[in-house]
C-alpha cells in the first residue's frame, strides 16, 4: 500500500459555483454577481443565481458524499452571505453564518472532515467600489482579518483552514487579462479601467498579507484551543522544456513555475519573491515592509496544492512586455521532437500529464522543505461532454482514467519519493459554474441536471474514487 491509513480523500467545491440563492437570508452581491451581469463576459450569458441550488440542498450533498465514500469536503464560504458589505464596520448576517455553522455539525455528524476555504473569488462587491477591493493594500488586509476572525470564531469545530484559493487567478485572471471579475486589464477593448503592467502585482502583495493577517489572528486567538491548522491554496502547472537541449528552455521551465508558484511560496517560506520575477518585473513588485514580511514569512501550517496540468515551455528572448506574467516565455502542447503534452480536454488549458503531477510534487518539496501538503483541487473537464446525452455523460471514462493516473502518480510521488501529502480532494464533487465558460463546461464526478431541477447523479468517476483510494490506502 502506497498511501499511509490516516490519508485523507474527498471532494470540492466553491460557493459561487455551486451555491445559488444569490438573494437570499441577506446575502449581498459579490463581484462575481456583478460581473456575470456584464454583458460579453460569461459564455451565453450565464450566471450563479441558481447555479447547483447547494445552499438550499446541504443535506442532499451531504447524502451524496457519504454515498461516494468521502472523508473530508472542500467547500468554501460566501463573504458576502456572512458580511453582505463585507468590511470591518459593517453588520453580520446572523443567518448566512449561521447556515455554515449547521453545515459543518451536519458534515461532522456524517462522518466527514470539512476543510473551508475563506475566500474563492467572491469578494463582497461593496468592497471592490468602496476602495478597489484587493487593490487597496491597508483596507483589504485588515477586512479580511475582521472576516477570518468572525469565521474562527462561529466554526471552532472547523480543523482545516484555506485562507486564500489561487491568488495567482485573483491578481492575474482579474487584474491582467480580465477573464475573471472584477475584469480589470490595460486592454480598452474590454475594460476602461486596468493597468496590466501593475495592478496584479500589487493584487498579489495584498493576498499575501491578507493571508498572513488571517494565519495570526488564527494562531494567536483560535489554535491554542481549536487546535486546527492554516494555509494557502496555490495553482499551477508542471513544465517541461521545449528543447530539453536549449539550457534557455530548461530555466524558462522553472521560471514558470516560479512566477506561478513561488511568487506566493516563497514570500511565505522565504520571505521574499524569487530573484526572476524581480529580475523582470523590477519595482513594479512591491517591497515587503517588515511589517508586512512579518505576516507573511513561515504562514503556512500545510501547502495547498491545486493542480491539472503541464506544459512544454520556450523561452523567449529580448525584454518581455509589460503585462506579461508567465516570465517571458511561452506555454505549447507540443515540444520541438513533435511529441505530445497530453489528450485534450473541453478546456483549453488543460491537457492530463499525471507524470507532471508526481513531479510537481517533487518540486514543490525540495524547493519548500517538504512541507505537508493537501492537494486541494484535481480533476479534468471531457472535449465535448456537454454535448452528449445524460447518460453518456455518466459514462465518464476519459476522467476515471484521469483520476486513476493522477492517484497513482500522487502515490507514487509519497510511496517512492518520500513527499509528505496527506489529503486529496477531487474537483469537482459535481458540475457547477464554470466561471467565464458558464455551464458549459462540466468539471464534476457527479452531473447537475440544470434542465431538471438540479437533480445530482454520480458519474462512473464518482463512484470508482472509493475504490481507487481503498487499493492506495493501507488499512489501519
Ligand atoms: C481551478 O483553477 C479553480 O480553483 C476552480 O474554481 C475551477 O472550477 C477549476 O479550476 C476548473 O477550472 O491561460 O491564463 O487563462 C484551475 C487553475 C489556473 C486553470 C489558470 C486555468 C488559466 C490560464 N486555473 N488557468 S490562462
Not at 484587493?134 to 470564531?153: H, I, M, Q, S, W
Amino acid at each position: 500500500m502506497s498511501l499511509p491509513s490516516d490519508f485523507l480523500w474527498g471532494f470540492a467545491t466553491a460557493s459561487f459555483q455551486i451555491e445559488g440563492a444569490t438573494k437570499q437570508d441577506g446575502r449581498g452581491p459579490s463581484i462575481w454577481d456583478t460581473f456575470c451581469a456584464v454583458p460579453g463576459k460569461i459564455a451565453h450569458g450565464a450566471n450563479g443565481d441558481i447555479a447547483c441550488d447547494s445552499y438550499n440542498r446541504t443535506a442532499e450533498d451531504i447524502e451524496l458524499l457519504k454515498k461516494l465514500g468521502s472523508k473530508c469536503y472542500r467547500f468554501s464560504l460566501s463573504w458576502s452571505r456572512i458580511i453582505p458589505l463585507g468590511g470591518r464596520n459593517d453588520p453580520i448576517n446572523q443567518k448566512g453564518l449561521d447556515h455554515y455553522v449547521k453545515f459543518v455539525d451536519d458534515l461532522l455528524e456524517a462522518g466527514i472532515t470539512p476543510f473551508i476555504t475563506l475566500y474563492h473569488w467572491d469578494l463582497p462587491d461593496e468592497l471592490d467600489k468602496r476602495y478597489g477591493g484587493l487593490l487597496n493594500r491597508t483596507e483589504f488586509p485588515l477586512d479580511f482579518e475582521n472576516y477570518a476572525r468572525v469565521v474562527f470564531k462561529a466554526i471552532p469545530k472547523c480543523k482545516n483552514w484555506i485562507t486564500f484559493n489561487e491568488p495567482w487567478c485573483s491578481s492575474i485572471l482579474a487584474y491582467s487579462t480580465g477573464f475573471f471579475a472584477p475584469g480589470h486589464t490595460s486592454d480598452r477593448k474590454k475594460s476602461p479601467i486596468g493597468d496590466s503592467s501593475r495592478e496584479p502585482w500589487i493584487a498579489g502583495h495584498n493576498l499575501l498579507v491578507a493571508h498572513g493577517r488571517a494565519v495570526k489572528v488564527y494562531r494567536e486567538e483560535f489554535k491554542p484551543n481549536d487546535k486546527g491548522q492554516i494555509g494557502i491554496t496555490l495553482n499551477g502547472d508542471y513544465t517541461y522544456p521545449w528543447d530539453p537541449e536549449d539550457p534557455a528552455d530548461v530555466e524558462a521551465c522553472n521560471r514558470k513555475i516560479e512566477f506561478a508558484i513561488s511568487w506566493f511560496a516563497d514570500p511565505i517560506y522565504f520571505g521574499k519573491y524569487p530573484d526572476s520575477m524581480l529580475k523582470q518585473l523590477g519595482d513594479r513588485l512591491p517591497t515587503f515592509t517588515d511589517e508586512e514580511r512579518g505576516l507573511v514569512q513561515g504562514s503556512n501550517d500545510f501547502y495547498g496544492m491545486n493542480h491539472y496540468t503541464a506544459d512544454y515551455v520556450k523561452h523567449k528572448t529580448g525584454t518581455a512586455p509589460e503585462d506579461d506574467f508567465l516570465g517571458n516565455l511561452e506555454t505549447m502542447s507540443y515540444n520541438k521532437a513533435g511529441d505530445c503534452i497530453g489528450p485534450e480536454t473541453q478546456s483549453f488549458w488543460l491537457r492530463p500529464n499525471p507524470e507532471g503531477f508526481r513531479a510537481l510534487i517533487n518540486w514543490l518539496s525540495k524547493r519548500y522543505g517538504y512541507p505537508p501538503i493537501y492537494v486541494t483541487e484535481n480533476g479534468t473537464s471531457i472535449k465535448g461532454e456537454n454535448d452528449l446525452p445524460k447518460d453518456d455523460i455518466l459514462k465518464d471514462g476519459f476522467r476515471t482514467k484521469y483520476f486513476h493516473d493522477y492517484a497513482h502518480a500522487l502515490a507514487d510521488a509519497v510511496s517512492k519519493d518520500g513527499c509528505n501529502v496527506k489529503g486529496y480532494m477531487a474537483w469537482s464533487l459535481m458540475d457547477n459554474f464554470e466561471w467565464a465558460e458558464g455551464y458549459e463546461t462540466r468539471f464534476g464526478c457527479c452531473h447537475v441536471d440544470y434542465e431538471n431541477g438540479q437533480v445530482r447523479t454520480p458519474k462512473e468517476s464518482a463512484k470508482k474514487m472509493k475504490p481507487l483510494f481503498d487499493s492506495l490506502i493501507a488499512k489501519s
